[in-house]
């Protein structure tokens, strides 16, 4: 049966091909249009590390003095010297690391590469660890490493194959603002998106070559690099002694009992500053799993989800004017219909033949649409935005395309089909 | 002729016409709000920065590893690329206007102790800054080259509150003054940044935008005496002539190369390229409106004109009775004409309701002012205009009928 309709419905939209053209390219446009920015919305909102997401916490703290105080301020989004470094000893969580950004000037050993900054990680141990990053060769460092100051280094892929051609560069040295530093591990391909653990770089595409101890990175004077918050006199200058939040204090949880724990830590902790006199303010501290961090800091930009809803209005558009014109169109084939009644097809038949018919155009839109989606993600990627390398269509997409195309058009044909088979089988066959 | 027969027409094909007139009012509402979005994106593209742009290059160097003579080498980098032909002046600077990063900025207060800042302000500093940039003072004076600290010098007694050797002046932009003073002369006037360090305001500067966060008040700035060095994240500010930029820009940074060939050049460019990439999302955001715009409306009218060559077809007999019946051709055109005029001013009528309210949705959600009634009547007509249009080419053709038509079985 599905087959004849399906015959029925090809004949009768190559009968009217005007319109037909109209319908799919309506559909495809919308679909098109829409399958861009929900691609890029997809690929921006979604979460870097799904498996272990849920037991990472950013860990908020608020040491500022009184100036400007109100009750309801959120902390700041980083910590100071002094409290990232308590937060570590204290080693209440399951995992911790102390981090900030930094940029280091390379000198390449062979002769041929002029020397470059490199983006940088100056963090303590359990980074590699907590966050699951994968090695192509040798390891993190430990513990001892943070401990001693040790000028050992950690370096991505792509600059290990930038260096050293992407062999073993274990063992070798990597000279770093005219330090030496020596290289016990090269990552496998780890470039979570957004940049979650450290927002103040950039938020997509960023990727740091270098990660070295934090306790090294200050021993060596290395640049910091990222946003320093300070309060009274401090000059936004990134050392231990200012009065200015720099570093990212970073938990690992495994449970929900373990976080309100660690929440009833951190109240306790504030606690204990203000009656140290460290803290002037009332104890405020918020501890946000990954995904409500990116909530949180509004990492989607602003405009990719205007676009979306512009785009989705734009489909709304194409589909109520698809609905038209194929209730203009159902309503001609009125007599058609009357006789197929009259022959004795019933109105479910009707419905179903012409919700095929819509079905048809539907798919073809869809087809079209995908066509369009790329041509669009293709012009994203152009842009010279953080994100626009990110832009592709992935399986999941794809299938959505489809889904919404023949949801779409179906939608569109059901009130018109419905109108057109209520047709009743004697009236239409009396002119002819 | 009447609106009657057409209105009783429309009332037979109730959910075709329903639709067409959906489609208009949302196509209208939709349209309004884009347009909208456009002249907003173009507003902030057409902020001025106050520095004379065409006339202005960048280069930012880096060291590696520390630099114990960097004040010293900065002296003779500013010297020898004043010697080069074709340079104006040239400046050490923190930061520039609509660069994109905020190195610094400062909350400031009118009374020591004050609990609120009273503004948020860009702060700027370096050598030679304002006459370099081509920022002219409104009053007052700019600082002596001798006025200047250092800023190695200056973040020590920052910390330890050592009033001695931290700036005592300030010259503040025109929109800070008025901001601080309405109607009163700033000169004299002393604000407080920090911990209540107190500086006198011996300038009022001409416009100068920060170097972003513009929804802080795009010119918001002041200027503190101080200089710095590359090392601390300063950038060469060279003036020259618009025509002379490339050949500048090039003996400059093989001027920097020979005084010193283990620097990394981490900037180069014209101010003109700095302001480009400034607001290239902006652009592209504006583009993208546009297209959608424009692809609406041409759905929109294909939609229109699909839908009536369709009803054309389908009063075929009618309109060839009525012909029969005496009618002219240009009634029938007219016939057409008034009917999606009718359809339009509904769906145009619904659009605007739906345009405020998704307004009232965009305020709510992405900070938007709201949206200036003209662009209601700009839409109706730019839709009218659309219908009219596309229901031109079948309306001529239903006009084109002959009345034998009648005649004929339907």
């Known amino acids: ?432 | 002729m009447g609106i009657r027969p057409i209105l009783s027409t429309l009332l037979r094909h109730k959910i075709t016409a329903a639709l067409l007139i959906l489609q208009i009012a949302l196509t209208c509402a939709i349209v309004c709000n884009a347009v909208f979005l456009i002249h907003q994106r173009l507003q902030r593209m057409d902020i001025p920065s106050g520095i004379a742009e065409h006339d202005l290059l960048q280069i930012q160097l880096a060291y590696i590893g520390d630099r114990p003579d960097a004040y010293a080498q900065a002296q003779t980098d500013l010297a020898t690329l004043r010697q080069i032909a074709g340079v104006q002046a040239v400046a050490l600077a923190n930061q520039l206007p609509l660069s994109g990063y905020a190195m610094s900025n400062s909350g400031i207060k009118l009374r020591p102790h004050q609990q609120h800042e009273s503004l948020q302000v860009a702060s700027y500093y370096g050598q030679n800054l304002l006459s370099t940039l081509g920022v002219r003072l409104v009053s007052g004076r700019d600082f002596q080259s001798e006025e200047l600290l250092d800023l190695k010098a200056v973040m020590p007694a920052l910390h330890s509150s050592d009033l001695k050797h931290l700036p005592h002046n300030v010259i503040v932009s025109q929109a800070v003054a008025a901001h601080l003073w309405p109607g009163q002369d700033a000169l004299g006037k002393t604000i407080y940044v920090g911990n209540d360090i107190p500086l006198q305001v011996i300038g009022v500067s001409a416009p100068l935008a920060r170097p972003d966060a513009l929804q802080l008040g795009a010119q918001y700035s002041i200027v503190y005496p101080i200089r710095l060095t590359s090392t601390e994240g300063g950038s060469y500010v060279i003036r020259t002539a618009a025509g002379d930029r490339e050949r500048v820009l090039a003996s400059a940074l093989a001027a920097l190369k020979q005084l010193d060939p283990d620097r990394i050049v981490l900037q180069q460019r014209t101010y003109d390229e700095l302001r480009q990439r400034f607001f290239e999302s902006d652009r592209a955001m504006a583009g993208v409106l546009l297209g959608v715009i424009l692809s609406m409306l041409v759905i929109t009218a294909l939609g229109i004109a699909g839908l009536v060559s369709f009803w054309v077809a389908q009063r075929r007999h009618i309109i060839g009775v009525r012909r029969a019946l005496g009618a002219t051709r240009r009634d029938i055109l007219q016939y057409f004409q008034t009917e999606n005029f009718l359809l339009a001013t509904i769906g145009v009528a619904l659009g605007m309701a739906l345009a405020y309210g998704m307004n009232l949705f965009l305020m709510q959600h992405y900070e938007l002012p709201r949206l200036p009634s003209i662009y209601l009547p700009a839409g109706a007509i730019a839709l009218w205009s659309i219908g009219q249009l596309a229901v031109l080419g079948p309306a001529l053709r239903a006009a084109a009928v002959p009345p034998v038509v009648a005649t004929r079985g339907s």
């Open chain 1, 1 to 432: 049966m599905f087959g004849y309709y399906l015959d029925m419905a090809l004949r009768s939209l190559r009968r009217n091909r005007a319109l037909t053209a109209l319908m799919v390219v309506a559909i495809a446009m919308g679909i098109g249009a829409s399958m861009t920015t929900l691609t890029v919305l997809h690929v921006l909102s979604g979460d870097p590390l799904p498996r272990i997401s849920s037991t990472l916490y950013a860990a908020q703290l608020d040491p500022r003095d009184m100036g400007g105080y109100r009750l309801e301020d959120e902390p700041p989004d980083q910590v100071t010297w002094i409290d990232g470094m308590n937060l570590l000893r204290a080693k209440r969580a399951d995992r911790q690391a102390l981090m900030t950004g930094g940029s280091v000037a390379i000198q390449p050993a062979q002769s041929a590469l002029d020397p470059f900054y490199e983006p940088a990680r100056y963090t303590t141990a359990d980074f590699f660890s907590m966050f699951d990053v994968p090695f192509k060769y040798g390891h993190a460092w430990g513990a001892s490493e943070d401990a001693a100051r040790a000028a050992v280094v950690v370096i991505s892929n792509k600059l290990n194959d930038k260096l050293f051609g992407g062999g073993d560069s274990r063992g070798r040295m990597l000279r770093a603002d005219g330090h030496a530093l020596r290289i016990i591990g090269v990552l496998g391909d780890w470039r979570p998106n957004p940049h979650f653990y450290d927002l103040n770089v950039k938020n997509y595409g960023s990727d740091e070559g270098v990660y070295l101890p934090l306790s090294t990175s200050q021993d060596l004077h290395l640049a910091h690099l990222g946003s320093a918050g300070c309060w009274g006199n401090g000059g936004a200058d990134a050392t231990p002694v200012a009065p200015c939040v720099w570093l990212q204090f970073w938990v690992q949880l495994y449970t929900p009992a373990r976080a309100n724990a660690y929440r009833q830590f951190l109240i306790h902790y504030s606690q204990e500053q203000k009656a140290l006199g460290r803290f002037p303010r009332p104890p405020n501290v918020r501890l946000r799993n990954l995904m409500q961090w990116l909530d949180y800091q509004h990492v989607v930009p602003g405009d990719i989800q205007l676009q979306t809803w512009l785009a989705l209005g734009f489909l709304l558009v194409c589909l109520v004017n698809t609905m038209g014109l194929m209730l203009a169109k159902f309503l001609r084939r009125a007599p058609e219909l009357g006789v197929r009644r009259a022959l004795g097809a019933s109105r479910q038949a009707l419905f179903v033949q012409l919700l095929v018919e819509s079905g048809v155009v539907g798919l073809a839109g869809g087809l079209g649409g995908l066509l369009l989606a790329c041509l669009g993600l293709w012009m994203v990627r152009r842009q010279p935005t953080d994100y626009a390398p990110l832009a592709h269509l992935d399986g999941a997409m794809l299938l959505l395309t489809f889904v919404l195309a023949l949801g779409a058009s179906l939608l569109a044909g059901v009130l018109p089909a419905w109108r057109a088979c209520r047709v009743s089988p004697g009236l239409q066959l009396k002119g002819h």
